[in-house]
């Protein structure tokens, strides 16, 4: 009862929609006709004139109208021709018709009333119910009272099965036919009953056909398809003749049909096909008749009956079938065509151009319908191997219907991005879920040693993914016949030049890891893509008479390709290597072909390598190999990066010579950093991860890193702002071991001991493991305010300042005490009068610089480290010093402070004399001597 009267319910909102549409399209042409009536209406009342009047006015006319020339309507709507009135005084002029708010006007001079009001969408469904609620009550009694007859003789046991499907299918056509009987009678008080009993016979006999195979066994499976269809048929034949209300009401009692009948069926594939059938039917209904909506209606009556099978059943092939079925049909019908011709706008062309438009109703249908079923599909749960094939499957069929058999379609192109996006999401998302194919690939033969297996799914996921690469060239040769190199051309070859590619990635990054070196048979299958790539670079060339931006991009795929084949048989340094080469022949590449988009190849290649120094394998393993493998592998890379920057060309080539020059920068100072660690590791011996030169050395790795991404602040752009997040980042990790070096690692305040890190300061002085733990950061910082601009350049300065001065106190510390630095040993007198004598000398060269440069800031400077100097001498020197210590320490101080403020009074002297003769006679006065 409650799935009937649910049927009812639904049923009787798609009536009332459809009487609705039907009753505003009628007012919409009643209320202009009315308008029209209204006007020539008020444009026939002239005003009354006397006699004499008229006819001087008329005479008036014949004369003038025999010297102006006529004009056509043209010349009345061109404003080049017909310039518009000017405006009285005080009055707004009257617009033209070509004008923005014109507004028209009778000959009366009053504008053109609007006709009137229509009502409204709720205003028209009561007044509907309120005439003829009767008729769909009537009918729907009648329908029910049918089908509890048939219930009652089930209860009561004095229907057969056969006898059961038998009244099923007779009450359905005695519904059609007395609907049919009515029509042909049909009055005004009988419109709406001849839609509906047909609407209910069909309902019936799709369950009867339904419970005679899935429910009794008495037909076998292709009486029941050959019923289903001639049903659909009836169903289609009978919407085409008598409307949009009959086709709803099919395909909503169709749709409710296998779960209005009841019963258990052992698969669910015929309930599938049976869906399908519907779709389609409903599609078939509309393509001739352009309801639109029955085709929405149709497409989510088959796709939420398909749903629900599955969600009973959990047999996934069948629905997913269903839905490609589904987009294909949605794709066809409604063009009534078998290969779609769609042109014009697309929902996708018009987020970034919205003059292109949205499309009509066909391409929405179809953007809809692959959406939806490309959502659909990616969510599916893959139990085995076998349906995450049919899944990788369903989407190539899917992108080969769009570059393929859409060919001509141009507003359909853009589709192939939903079952691509689809097809590489699958592969992360069975490594994020564990899903079949993440088995361990490392397999141990005969003798039990781990030996790196393949997966077959793998390869024909790869096969897959390399059909629909081809078919998307193809497609893109294709749109360049006859014409120019134009966006649908460009599209599908960049299609082309990611798709295939990006699957190997995927496979490697989430699959396929980890590994062992030399997995050569996983390495073939990529280098066999990378041939593929080649080859359809070699075909792009041709058709554009020469190597084109189709062309890089698929050279570009294929050296990125090799690169992953190297990646999976080579070791680490040989590995670097080959990554250096590589950029090598892309700048050679570029400079021989002119392919501007092998810059984007360098910037991933200057990327890569710089993972590889910094984390995989990093510095670490930069640390450990032996020193030949080291070399090897920063010599390679500095070499292949200096080698693709001689050879880039100059012109607009901003990007590329960027990356390489920031990837010179950074790899070369880590480079530095790491032979420092190898040759102090060396001879200090131990565990010193965690002193204060290790720490130095690994926060010069981070500065280095960051100074690289600044340096490349200057493409701007829209991934300026990613810089500033990484340099930052990296100034922050930097930081942290910076903190860790100044405080438990710092010799000046830290002992060291047994549960402390080690302490001991190693080499000569100056040239000792304090100059790696703070100058060479200091340096870093000050090499990163060099590349840097504006806010960057002054906050390097600052903390490069205060690690410089701190590693030359240490450093007299350690010349005075070469025991040891720490705090609590005390201090000694020479010790604090070196510190004296050290910042008036610093604060003198300060000054002197300033004045040679006429900077002001360094004169700032420079009284803030004298200021510094005078503090230290009264409180510190005053108290800590005696004898002639202290004398010569407020001696040095007052002969040397007399000897500053001479020299400042100086420089300030002479920045006056340079402005004033810079000003000119016409600033300063003519005549005037400077000042003196």
Same mark, same amino acid.
């Given at each position: 009862?409650?799935?009937l009267l649910t049927?009812a319910?639904?049923g009787l909102?798609v009536?009332l929609i459809?009487?609705q549409?039907?009753l505003?399209?009628?007012q919409?042409?009643?209320g202009?006709?009315?308008?029209?009536l209204?006007?020539?209406k008020?444009?026939?009342?002239t005003p009354?004139?006397e006699p004499e009047?008229?006819e001087?006015?008329?005479?008036?006319?014949a004369?003038e109208?025999?010297v102006?020339p006529?004009?056509?309507?043209r010349e009345?709507?061109?404003?080049?021709?017909?310039?518009p009135e000017p405006?009285?005084?005080?009055e707004?002029?009257r617009?033209?018709?070509w004008?923005?708010?014109?507004i028209?006007?009778t000959?009366?001079?009053?504008a053109?009333?609007?006709?009137?009001?229509?009502?409204?969408?709720?205003e028209?469904?009561?007044?509907?119910l309120q005439a003829?609620w009767f008729?769909a009550v009537?009918?729907l009694?009648l329908?029910?009272?049918g089908?509890f007859?048939?219930?009652?003789?089930?209860e009561?046991?004095?229907?057969t099965p056969?006898?059961r499907v038998?009244a099923?299918?007779?009450?359905?056509?005695?519904?059609?036919g007395?609907g049919?009987w009515i029509?042909?009678?049909q009055?005004?008080?009988t419109?709406?009953?001849?839609?509906?009993?047909?609407a209910?016979g069909i309902?019936?006999?799709y369950g009867?056909?339904?419970?005679?195979?899935a429910?009794?066994?008495l037909?076998?499976?292709g009486?029941?398809?050959s019923g289903l269809v001639a049903?659909?048929?009836?169903a289609?034949v009978?919407?085409w =003749?008598?409307?949009p *209300?009959? /086709? $709803?009401f099919?395909?909503i009692?169709?749709?409710?049909? !296998?779960?209005?009948? &009841? #019963?258990?069926a052992?698969?669910?594939t015929?309930?599938?096909?049976y869906?399908g059938?519907?779709?389609?039917?409903?599609?078939a209904i509309?393509?001739?008749r352009?309801w639109?909506?029955?085709s929405?209606l149709a497409?989510?009556?088959?796709?939420a009956g398909?749903?629900?099978c599955?969600a009973?059943?959990?047999?996934?092939?069948?629905?997913?079938?269903? =839905?490609?079925?589904? *987009?294909l /049909? $949605?794709?066809a019908f409604?063009r009534?065509?078998?290969g !779609?011709?769609h042109? &014009? #706008?697309a929902p996708?062309?018009?987020?970034?151009?919205?003059s292109?438009?949205?499309g009509?109703f066909?391409?929405?249908i179809?953007?809809g319908?692959?959406?939806a079923?490309?959502?659909?599909l990616?969510?599916?749960?893959r139990?085995?191997?076998?349906?995450?094939l049919?899944?990788?499957?369903?989407?190539?069929?899917?992108?080969?219907a769009?570059?393929?058999w859409a060919?001509q379609?141009r /507003?359909?192109?853009?589709?192939?991005?939903?079952?691509?996006?689809g097809?590489?999401a699958?592969?992360?998302?069975?490594s994020?879920l564990?899903?079949?194919?993440?088995?361990?690939?490392?397999?141990?033969?005969?003798?039990g040693?781990?030996?790196?297996?393949?997966p077959?799914?793998a390869?024909i996921?790869?096969v897959?993914?390399a059909?629909g690469?081809v078919a998307?060239?193809?497609?893109?040769?294709?749109?360049?016949?006859?014409?120019?190199?134009?966006?649908?051309a460009l599209?599908?070859g960049l299609f082309a030049?990611?798709?295939?590619p990006?699957v190997?990635?995927g496979?490697e990054?989430?699959w396929?890891s980890?590994?062992?070196?030399?997995?050569?048979?996983w390495a073939?299958?990529?280098l066999?893509?990378?041939?593929l790539?080649?080859?359809?670079a070699?075909r792009?060339?041709?058709?554009?008479?020469g190597p084109?931006r189709?062309t890089?991009?698929a050279?570009?795929?294929?050296?990125?390709?090799?690169a992953?084949?190297?990646?999976?048989?080579?070791?680490k340094?040989?590995?670097?290597?080959?990554?250096a080469?590589?950029?090598?022949v892309?700048a050679?590449l570029?400079?021989?072909f002119?392919?501007?988009?092998?810059q984007?190849?360098?910037?991933l290649?200057?990327?890569v390598?710089g993972w590889?120094?910094?984390?995989d394998p990093?510095?670490?393993w930069?640390v450990?190999?032996?020193?030949?493998?080291?070399?090897l592998?920063?010599?390679?890379a500095?070499a292949?990066?200096a080698?693709?920057w001689?050879?880039l060309?100059?012109?607009?080539r901003l990007?590329?010579?960027?990356?390489?020059?920031s990837?010179?920068?950074m790899?070369g100072?880590i480079?530095?950093t790491?032979?420092l660690w190898?040759f102090?590791?060396?001879r200090?011996g131990?565990?010193?991860?965690?002193?204060h030169?290790?720490?130095?050395?690994?926060?010069?790795?981070?500065?280095?890193?960051?100074?690289a991404?600044?340096y490349r602040?200057?493409?701007g752009?829209?991934?300026k702002w990613l810089?500033?997040?990484l340099?930052s980042?990296?100034?922050?990790v930097?930081?942290l071991?910076?903190l860790?070096?100044l405080?438990?690692?710092?010799p000046f305040?830290s002992?060291g001991?047994y549960s402390?890190p080690?302490t001991?300061i190693h080499?000569?002085l100056v040239?000792d493991?304090?100059a790696?733990a703070?100058?060479g950061?200091a340096?870093?910082?000050?090499?990163?305010?060099?590349?840097?601009a504006?806010?960057?350049?002054y906050?390097a300065?600052?903390p490069a300042g205060?690690?410089?001065?701190f590693?030359?106190?240490?450093e007299i510390?350690r010349f005075?005490?070469p025991?040891t630095?720490?705090v609590?040993v005390g201090?000694l007198?020479g010790e604090?009068y070196t510190?004296?004598?050290v910042l008036?000398?610093?604060?003198a060269?300060l000054?002197?610089?300033?004045?040679?440069?006429?900077?002001t800031p360094?004169r700032?400077a420079?009284l803030v480290?004298?200021?510094?100097a005078v503090?230290k001498?009264f409180?510190?020197?005053a108290?800590?010093?005696?004898g002639l210590?202290r004398?010569f320490?407020f001696?040095?101080?007052?002969l040397s402070l007399?000897?500053?403020a001479w020299l400042?009074r100086?420089a300030?002297?002479?920045?006056?004399e340079?402005r004033?003769?810079?000003e000119?006679?016409?600033?300063?006065g003519e005549g005037?001597e400077?000042p003196?």
């Amino acid at each position: 009862m409650v799935a009937l009267l649910t049927l009812a319910v639904i049923g009787l909102g798609v009536w009332l929609i459809a009487v609705q549409i039907g009753l505003g399209r009628v007012q919409r042409r009643l209320g202009a006709a009315l308008r029209e009536l209204e006007g020539l209406k008020r444009a026939g009342q002239t005003p009354r004139t006397e006699p004499e009047e008229a006819e001087g006015i008329a005479s008036t006319a014949a004369a003038e109208a025999e010297v102006a020339p006529r004009k056509t309507a043209r010349e009345l709507l061109d404003p080049a021709i017909t310039p518009p009135e000017p405006a009285r005084d005080g009055e707004p002029r009257r617009k033209l018709p070509w004008e923005e708010g014109y507004i028209p006007e009778t000959e009366t001079g009053g504008a053109i009333p609007d006709g009137p009001r229509e009502p409204g969408a709720g205003e028209k469904v009561v007044a509907w119910l309120q005439a003829n609620w009767f008729y769909a009550v009537s009918a729907l009694s009648l329908a029910l009272a049918g089908l509890f007859l048939v219930q009652y003789g089930i209860e009561q046991g004095y229907l057969t099965p056969t006898m059961r499907v038998a009244a099923a299918l007779a009450l359905g056509a005695a519904l059609i036919g007395g609907g049919e009987w009515i029509r042909r009678r049909q009055t005004d008080a009988t419109a709406y009953l001849p839609d509906t009993f047909s609407a209910a016979g069909i309902v019936s006999l799709y369950g009867g056909v339904l419970a005679a195979r899935a429910l009794y066994g008495l037909i076998g499976p292709g009486v029941a398809m050959s019923g289903l269809v001639a049903v659909s048929v009836g169903a289609m034949v009978l919407g085409w =003749l008598n409307g949009p *209300v009959l /086709a $709803a009401f099919g395909l909503i009692g169709a749709g409710a049909a !296998p779960f209005l009948v &009841g #019963g258990d069926a052992d698969s669910a594939t015929l309930f599938y096909v049976y869906y399908g059938c519907l779709g389609i039917v409903g599609l078939a209904i509309d393509a001739w008749r352009q309801w639109r909506w029955v085709s929405v209606l149709a497409l989510g009556v088959a796709g939420a009956g398909g749903l629900a099978c599955f969600a009973a059943s959990a047999e996934m092939p069948g629905f997913a079938v269903l =839905l490609t079925v589904l *987009v294909l /049909a $949605a794709m066809a019908f409604p063009r009534r065509e078998i290969g !779609p011709t769609h042109e &014009g #706008g697309a929902p996708l062309r018009w987020l970034f151009d919205r003059s292109a438009g949205k499309g009509g109703f066909d391409v929405l249908i179809a953007w809809g319908a692959m959406l939806a079923a490309c959502v659909v599909l990616l969510a599916l749960p893959r139990a085995g191997a076998a349906e995450l094939l049919l899944i990788e499957g369903l989407f190539t069929v899917l992108i080969l219907a769009v570059a393929l058999w859409a060919w001509q379609a141009r /507003a359909l192109s853009e589709l192939a991005l939903f079952p691509a996006l689809g097809f590489l999401a699958v592969i992360p998302l069975e490594s994020f879920l564990g899903g079949v194919l993440m088995r361990d690939t490392m397999r141990p033969d005969a003798t039990g040693v781990p030996m790196p297996a393949l997966p077959l799914e793998a390869s024909i996921v790869l096969v897959m993914a390399a059909h629909g690469t081809v078919a998307a060239a193809w497609r893109s040769l294709v749109a360049t016949r006859g014409g120019a190199l134009g966006r649908e051309a460009l599209f599908w070859g960049l299609f082309a030049a990611l798709f295939a590619p990006l699957v190997p990635l995927g496979l490697e990054l989430f699959w396929l890891s980890p590994r062992v070196p030399g997995t050569f048979g996983w390495a073939g299958h990529v280098l066999a893509l990378a041939s593929l790539m080649v080859a359809i670079a070699v075909r792009f060339a041709r058709a554009d008479g020469g190597p084109g931006r189709r062309t890089a991009w698929a050279v570009l795929s294929a050296s990125g390709l090799i690169a992953l084949a190297l990646f999976v048989i080579l070791t680490k340094s040989a590995l670097t290597v080959a990554l250096a080469v590589l950029l090598v022949v892309a700048a050679a590449l570029d400079r021989r072909f002119r392919l501007r988009e092998m810059q984007l190849f360098i910037a991933l290649g200057v990327i890569v390598l710089g993972w590889r120094v910094v984390i995989d394998p990093g510095l670490v393993w930069s640390v450990q190999a032996s020193w030949g493998a080291f070399f090897l592998g920063f010599g390679a890379a500095l070499a292949g990066m200096a080698a693709a920057w001689r050879l880039l060309p100059e012109e607009n080539r901003l990007l590329g010579r960027a990356f390489l020059e920031s990837g010179l920068l950074m790899i070369g100072g880590i480079f530095v950093t790491a032979t420092l660690w190898r040759f102090i590791d060396e001879r200090v011996g131990g565990d010193g991860l965690a002193s204060h030169w290790t720490m130095g050395l690994s926060a010069m790795v981070w500065l280095f890193c960051a100074a690289a991404q600044v340096y490349r602040m200057r493409l701007g752009g829209r991934l300026k702002w990613l810089r500033i997040t990484l340099a930052s980042l990296y100034v922050l990790v930097a930081g942290l071991f910076l903190l860790v070096g100044l405080t438990i690692s710092n010799p000046f305040v830290s002992e060291g001991g047994y549960s402390l890190p080690d302490t001991t300061i190693h080499g000569p002085l100056v040239l000792d493991s304090l100059a790696v733990a703070y100058l060479g950061p200091a340096l870093v910082l000050l090499l990163l305010a060099r590349v840097g601009a504006g806010r960057w350049r002054y906050a390097a300065w600052v903390p490069a300042g205060a690690l410089a001065a701190f590693w030359v106190f240490l450093e007299i510390r350690r010349f005075w005490q070469p025991g040891t630095v720490w705090v609590g040993v005390g201090w000694l007198d020479g010790e604090l009068y070196t510190y004296t004598v050290v910042l008036i000398a610093l604060g003198a060269a300060l000054l002197w610089q300033a004045i040679a440069t006429g900077s002001t800031p360094l004169r700032r400077a420079a009284l803030v480290v004298i200021g510094v100097a005078v503090v230290k001498v009264f409180l510190i020197d005053a108290r800590g010093l005696t004898g002639l210590f202290r004398v010569f320490s407020f001696l040095a101080l007052g002969l040397s402070l007399a000897a500053l403020a001479w020299l400042n009074r100086w420089a300030a002297q002479e920045a006056a004399e340079r402005r004033s003769g810079e000003e000119g006679p016409e600033q300063s006065g003519e005549g005037d001597e400077p000042p003196g």
